[in-house]
């Protein structure tokens, strides 16, 4: 018969909460044994608890697995230089930007157009025109 597990290795990292979920299933198979042992009505209804206490377990042990293989993936493919996340949209005016941030306001030969006049002119909000502006000036991608 197996024993049940009274200490589990706490060191804060990212394989914690498996570990925690790991020990708490091996003392489900523990309960688990003890339980088949005893053949009274009352310990039927627990051992179909336990059981249902260890396919929880279970579910919760696969999910935490999948998402570590999610999290590695990812970490390889933004060191292969992917991008990662929701393209942005505002690529598209991004020429247009930059067309009307080079062209003068009308009437005034020497003041360019700001950020509020061209979210006027093409329709879009001022947040997005000025962070379009940023990333023109700065040369980063949106």
């Given at each position: 018969?197996?024993?049940?597990i009274?200490h589990?290795?706490?060191?804060?990292?990212?394989d914690?909460?498996?570990?925690?979920?790991?020990?708490?299933?091996?003392?489900?198979?523990v309960q688990?044994?003890?339980?088949?042992?005893?053949?009274?009505a009352?310990?039927?209804?627990?051992n179909?608890?336990?059981r249902a206490?260890?396919a929880?377990?279970d579910?919760?042990?696969a999910?935490?697995?999948?998402?570590?293989?999610?999290?590695t993936?990812?970490?390889?493919?933004?060191?292969?230089?992917r991008?990662?996340?929701?393209p942005?949209?505002?690529e598209q005016y991004?020429r247009?930007?930059?067309?009307l941030?080079?062209?003068p306001?009308?009437?005034?030969k020497?003041?360019?157009?700001?950020?509020?006049e061209?979210a006027?002119r093409?329709?879009?909000p001022?947040?997005?025109?000025?962070?379009?502006?940023?990333?023109i000036?700065?040369?980063?991608?949106?």
């Open positions: 018969m197996n024993q049940p009274l589990v290795d706490m060191t804060p990292d990212a914690l909460p498996a570990r925690v979920l790991r020990a708490y299933r091996a003392n489900c198979d688990f044994e003890k339980l088949l042992a005893d053949k009274s009352t310990a039927q209804q627990m179909m608890a336990q206490r260890a929880l377990f579910r919760a042990l999910t935490l697995e999948r998402g570590d293989k999610v999290r993936g990812m970490a390889a493919a933004k060191e292969n230089g991008r990662l996340g929701r942005g949209t505002l991004r247009r930007v930059a067309y941030m080079s062209r306001a009308r009437g005034d020497g003041r360019q157009l700001n950020g509020a061209i006027r093409m329709s879009l001022q947040s997005s025109v000025y962070k379009i502006i940023n990333a000036r700065n040369g980063t991608p949106l």
